[in-house]
């Protein structure tokens, strides 16, 4: 702890640190204003593998701590990764759809909005408003993943079975085992067991089918039989 010779000389030295402070924050507002200007160039040109030039500012161990504590710039952290994911198994990226950031951003906090009716399911007017907007804007898995992952949910049952059902209809069948399987192994719940069984019957992988459902606990007469008949194919 740093021991001061007069009160000039702590009140010196308080006000260098407010000045250091006030250079950090400077600099933070002037790197966001670059961001800012960076997104909107990139996705109104569409050239999206330029965003991950911003990767640096939040993985290089010497960046600024400051500018982490942003909730809007962590958010555009887990754009970058689910960008990432997008781009590496070809998927129509979720910030396809915006035009600049603000366009962006407002997508991604509906889509929070959306996702947080289908976990409270509190009415099936509300379920159906966050189903007509989530299925319009291109939700790949990795967007409602990552975005599940950071922001505040509490009921994760209600929510990746939900959601499911909702972009059950859009998201192609390895997608829907993916999700569903990241369900299973969160909260093993019955009708995911039984969701994954039959997706795996559909592409013909009789094993794995047979795998999920007879991990079901206390299953019923048609499920003991659909394990019976499933055994006689292995």
Same mark, same amino acid.
């Given at each position: 702890?740093?021991?001061?010779? /007069? ?12 000045? %250091? ?23 109104? #040109? %569409? ?13 290089? $161990? ?7 504590? /942003? ?36 997508? &991604?906090?509906? #889509? ?25 804007? $291109?939700? #790949? ?6 975005? /599940? ?18 972009? %059950? ?18 909260? $093993? ?22 795998? &999920? ?5 206390? $299953? ?15």
């Amino acid at each position: 702890m740093a021991t001061y010779e /007069s009160l000039n000389e702590f009140l010196q030295e308080a006000e260098r640190d407010l000045q %250091k402070l006030e250079a950090d924050k400077s600099y933070c507002l002037d790197l966001y204003k670059s961001m800012q200007q960076h997104i909107d160039l990139c996705l109104g #040109t %569409k050239q999206y593998e330029s965003l991950f030039d911003l990767f640096p500012y939040f993985e290089e $161990p010497d960046s600024y701590p400051q500018f982490h504590n /942003s909730s809007e710039t962590k958010r555009i952290h887990i754009l970058l990764n689910i960008l990432k994911l997008e781009l590496k198994y070809e998927k129509t990226p979720f910030l396809s759809t915006a035009n600049d950031y603000n366009g962006i951003m407002a997508q &991604y906090l509906m #889509t929070i909005f959306a996702m947080r009716r289908l976990e409270l399911a509190l009415s099936e007017e509300a379920m159906a408003e966050a189903a007509t907007y989530l299925t319009s804007v $291109p939700l #790949t898995i990795y967007a409602a993943m990552f975005i /599940s992952q950071n922001e505040y949910f509490e009921n994760y049952e209600n929510l990746f079975w939900n959601l499911y059902t909702c972009m %059950k209809s859009i998201w192609p069948i390895g997608d829907k085992i993916q999700w569903l399987t990241w369900l299973f192994e969160r909260e $093993p719940v019955q009708q995911a067991t039984l969701e994954l069984a039959s997706l795996y019957m559909e592409v013909h992988n009789y094993s794995r089918a047979y795998q &999920y459902l007879t991990a079901i606990p206390s $299953p019923s007469k048609d499920i003991v039989a659909l394990i019976s008949s499933l055994k006689e194919l292995l």
